[in-house]
Nanobody, 124 residues
């Protein structure tokens, strides 16, 4: 499994960014997946997760209503639409896939495939 995140950058508070995660063929149809982030001096945290089937999602409380996770299995790509960005959203964002995922579950743990991160910086 190979994952590659892109789309990060510098944006003003209140702005939007869309992250993309390109994966090797079949990754997102076989595995649950999600986006994580890690800010300096902080632990990596789950931002959003989506089930293998795409019908279930979970979000960290801090991003609910502002971020949307989605994926296109045919394009082997997962997305994270980030709106109303805040300075506290600044972090390196990682995409990840979770083996042994059932079709309908969006998981918060058990991720073992990781892409390289993409930096998101939100200025105040």
């Amino acid at each position: 499994v190979q994952l590659q995140a892109s789309g990060g950058g510098l944006v003003q508070a209140g702005g939007s960014l869309r992250l993309s995660c390109a994966a090797s063929p079949g990754t997102f149809s076989r595995h649950g997946s999600g986006w994580f982030r890690q800010a300096p001096g902080k632990e990596r945290e789950l931002v959003a997760a989506i089930s293998r089937g795409g019908g279930s999602t979970k979000y960290a409380d801090s991003v609910k209503g502002r971020f949307t996770i989605s994926k296109d299995n045919a394009k082997n790509t997962m997305y994270l639409q980030m709106d109303s960005l805040k300075p506290e959203d600044s972090a390196v964002y990682y995409c990840s896939a979770r083996p042994n995922s059932i079709l309908s579950a969006a998981y918060t743990s058990g991720y073992s495939y990781w892409g390289q991160g993409t930096q998101v910086t939100v200025s105040s």
